[in-house]
T-cell receptor, first 110, second 111 residues
Framework: SQTIHQWPATLVQPVGSPLSLECTVEGTSNPNLYWYRQAAGRGLQLLFYSVGIGQISSEVPQNLSASRPQDRQFILSSKKLLLSDSGFYLC?????????FGSGTQLSVL | GENVEQHPSTLSVQEGDSAVIKCTYSDSASNYFPWYKQELGKRPQLIIDIRSNVGEKKDQRIAVTLNKTAKHFSLHITETQPEDSAVYFCAARRAGNMLTFGGGTRLMVKP
């Protein structure tokens, strides 16, 4: 079955520090992959999506970036975190029945 | 692009009552409509979906209806239970495109 592995589950980082969140996907090849952010009590904001290795599209301007070095690996990064980067980050893949999500990373920037 | 509106943003019902959440979409070419349930601090989970070639789909206490002419679809939960309390998201997708999510509905089922 299709599975997204995402880590870490929680992360507390100081303002100005770098960020690297990683997810890997199993059970499907060449999937479309997505990074979403969810502020507390809010909806799902699409940040990046990738249709293949090295192919990244950004949905919103921000200080985050994404990379896809391997077919089943999707990485979200930042060189310098802002307070506004706090939120719940979800990696997702597109399967036969819509999106399937990773377990999420709760990022708190202090 | 696609735009999905979801109502209400919050919904409180008594245990045993029914709950209905409604969504409208803008792209008449959208043909896939999933519903996700997200419990606090957890990932969204697909609970039911419907494709544009059917008007209704049911899975135990959950049903989804689709009106292609009016471009709206609804989630119906009958005999609600406290464990149904969560945030529910509707979404719409056109073939080959991404999912577009509604803003979510926080459902609270009071015991």
């Amino acid at each position: 079955s299709q599975t997204i592995h995402q880590w870490p589950a929680t992360l507390v980082q100081p303002v100005g520090s770098p960020l690297s969140l990683e997810c890997t996907v199993e059970g499907t090849s060449n999937p479309n992959l997505y990074w979403y952010r969810q502020a507390a009590g809010r909806g799902l904001q699409l940040l990046f999506y990738s249709v293949g290795i090295g192919q990244i599209s950004s949905e919103v301007p921000q200080n985050l970036s994404a990379s896809r070095p391997q077919d089943r690996q999707f990485i979200l990064s930042s060189k310098k975190l802002l307070l506004s980067d706090s939120g719940f980050y979800l990696c997702a893949g597109m399967g036969g029945r819509g999106l399937f999500f990773g377990s999420g990373t709760q990022l708190s920037v202090l | 692009g696609e735009n999905v509106e979801q109502h209400p943003s919050t919904l409180s019902v008594q245990e045993g009552d029914s709950a209905v959440i409604k969504c409208t979409y803008s792209d008449s070419a959208s043909n896939y409509f999933p519903w996700y349930k997200q419990e606090l601090g957890k990932r969204p989970q697909l609970i039911i979906d419907i494709r544009s070639n059917v008007g209704e789909k049911k899975d135990q206490r959950i049903a989804v209806t689709l009106n292609k002419t009016a471009k709206h679809f609804s989630l119906h939960i009958t005999e609600t239970q406290p464990e149904d309390s969560a945030v529910y998201f509707c979404a719409a997708r056109r073939a080959g495109n991404m999912l577009t999510f509604g803003g979510g509905t926080r459902l609270m089922v009071k015991p």
